[in-house]
């Protein structure tokens, strides 16, 4: 019971996160680029709830709109991976022989090597913008979703309702999304979920190093990065408020995977 009301504490607060974030348009009181020279750092206040940045822009309106576009980058770069990697790994588990052994062996190859020189070599060819990024993110997102795809399929081809499939000439297509994708669901749901914190994650790190999302387009990483030489002067809440987000946001879908990576835990919650 405890264990149930816990997950869905994770569920509300994640909706609550991204409701705000999807309507911010709505709920922000300012422009997220609107500048007010004559309330630089100003501290939380009726006025402004979460107080005003060097340049006097709402912090409020900010950490709505940066989750926007934080959460839509990780949205749509997940989106991507995951079409690669159930591509990707279905073609290589079904299949399986000689042609799974290569796609798995240049799998491993592109695994050992650490995403950010990847996407840093991107960044090369690439103009920096929203939807580059997620693109980025994306190409780079999908190879654990691919072995996760790939194990099961593997495993489901031997099932005895995919052998009768088969015998009754069943066409492959129905098949693979039928039998075997279908099956396969629970697994890269949990998996499309890490990677969603991940995405989040990597979104943040790559902005707060001034290297992901333009300056002038709002999110979480990019407030992080402006917030470095803040804190030194005292303006705590420019930083606290969008790490108070990230960090919540991160947690409560890694709790939330973990409950669905545990049948037992996943049963409770049915």
Known sequence: MKSRKALWFWYSLLGLIVFLTVFSSVLAPF????????????????????????????????????????????GGSVILSLIIGIVYGGISGYLGGVIDTVMMRLLEALITIPSLVIILAFQVFMQGGMWSMALIIGLTGWLVTARIVRSEFIRLKEAEFVKMAKMFGTPVWKILWGHLLRNSVPAIFVITLFNFA???????????????????????????????????????????????????????INFIGEAWKDPERRRVND
């Open 31 to 74: 422009g997220s680029n609107e500048m007010n020279m004559d309330e630089v750092y100003s501290a939380p206040s009726g006025d402004h709830w979460l107080g005003t940045d060097h340049l006097g822009r709402d912090v409020f309106t900010r950490l709505l709109e940066g989750g926007r576009v934080t959460l839509a980058v990780a």
């Open 198 to 252: 991940a995405a989040i994650f990597t979104e943040v790190s790559l902005s707060f190093l001034g290297i992901g999302i333009p300056p002038a387009i709002p999110s979480w990483g990019n407030m992080l990065y402006y917030a470095q030489n803040d804190i030194l002067i005292g303006a705590w809440w420019i930083a606290l408020f969008p790490g108070i987000m990230i960090f919540m946001t991160i947690l409560s």
